[in-house]
């Protein structure tokens, strides 16, 4: 027993050492990797579980696995994007972990990384995708084009075409949705009829193109 609290607690330092490359080093990103860690076992941590994780800071660390799409309210106001889930702080809460962010925190754990391009390549085997291995630069390119976290379906079927993958776009955005890689941005009516196509927003945690 006291061995594999060692090895917890080992995990969470590995852990925590890859949260900071992007998120800085402090207290809030120290309890966030302890809460993340807990997430990854199942995918959802409810908000008592995250009282007796970190006792103090909730809001904070909530806030910002929140803003980095780490963590996601299971509770929304209308549809399941992103931008409509509802963030309440109170017992009876439940917040889930994106798969991509699971994968990666899971990885990050083993090995003080945050390593994007790997865990997508390893999630997209997951789901028998025929291109799985072309996924990472996909997914490289997308985060390199979009802007302010935002690109438009278009944009990514334009991706998908030099990348030989335009038999499967609608098929590839329905599975980063389900990644948790990007998000329609259903709100964004000017954007939307700017572009001519949905927005999606990017999940700014696998963006985070990272590996100490």
């Known amino acids: 027993m ?17 949260l900071s490359a992007f998120l800085g080093h402090g207290k809030l990103t120290s309890k966030l990797s302890q809460v993340l860690a807990h997430a990854a076992i199942k995918g959802t941590v409810s908000y008592q579980q995250i009282q007796g994780i970190i006792k103090d800071d909730l ?10 799409r780490l963590l996601l309210p299971l509770r929304t106001v209308k549809s399941s994007g992103w931008e409509d889930r509802l963030l309440t702080m109170k017992d009876g809460e439940t917040y889930e972990m994106p798969n991509i962010i699971r994968y990666m925190a899971s990885e990050a754990l083993e090995s003080g990384r945050w390593n994007s391009e790997n865990a997508i390549g390893e999630l997209f085997k997951e789901f028998d995708d025929p291109n799985c291995k072309q996924i990472p630069e ?14 438009s ?21 329905a599975a980063l949705k389900a990644a948790g890689i990007i998000s329609p941005k259903l709100r964004s009516f000017p954007e ?16 985070v193109r990272i590996s100490i």
């Open 192 to 207: 939307v009829f700017k572009a001519g196509s949905p927005i999606y927003e990017l999940n700014p945690s696998v963006a």
């Open 153 to 173: 379906g278009n944009h990514i079927k334009k991706i998908c075409f030099r990348l030989g993958l335009s038999k499967r776009v609608d098929g590839l955005i």
């Open 59 to 68: 809001e904070d660390v909530l806030l910002l696995a929140d803003k980095w």
């Open 2 to 18: 006291q061995l594999m609290e060692k090895q917890k607690a080992k995990g969470t330092e590995y852990l925590e050492r890859a």
């Open 138 to 151: 996909l997914v490289r390119r997308i985060a390199e084009e979009a802007s302010g976290q935002q690109i």
